[in-house]
């Protein structure tokens, strides 16, 4: 069973960056669409970015658009989220999902099959 395992979330001042990473154990990535997510408090999860199997096709969210990049590097099993420009508004939980069809890079939450435990982005104004 695949397991994933999200990093690099941390306080940050607004107009810093972070970059979170997506490390799977248990198994490879390489076959999934993968996707970031988030949750602030009282709110519900929503869409971040995704990236398909390859790489070759990648969905942002127009909030994140020109500020984060997603991307993946299937010889060490991660997916990455670099998040530059930040935003107290961008402060949540971020969650990386996998989706068994590796092909799309969906922005649907309901369509992923797997899921970390978050990691918390904290940015203050």
Not at 68 to 74: K, L
Request: charged content about 20%; proline content about 1%.
């Amino acid at each position: 069973q695949v397991q994933l395992v999200e990093s690099g979330g941390g306080l940050v001042q607004a107009g810093g960056s972070l970059r979170l990473s997506c490390t799977a154990s248990g198994g490879t990535l390489r076959s999934y669409g993968m996707g970031w997510f988030r949750q602030a408090p009282g709110k519900e999860r929503e869409f971040v970015a995704a990236i398909s199997w390859i790489g070759g096709s990648a969905n942002y969210a127009d909030s994140v658009k020109g500020r984060f990049t997603i991307s993946r590097d299937n010889a060490k099993n991660t997916v990455y989220l670099q998040m530059n420009s930040l935003k107290a508004e961008d402060t949540a939980v971020y969650y990386c999902a996998a989706d068994r069809m590796g092909w799309r890079s969906s922005k649907n939450l309901r369509e992923y099959d797997l899921w970390g435990q978050g990691t918390q982005v904290t940015v203050s104004s």
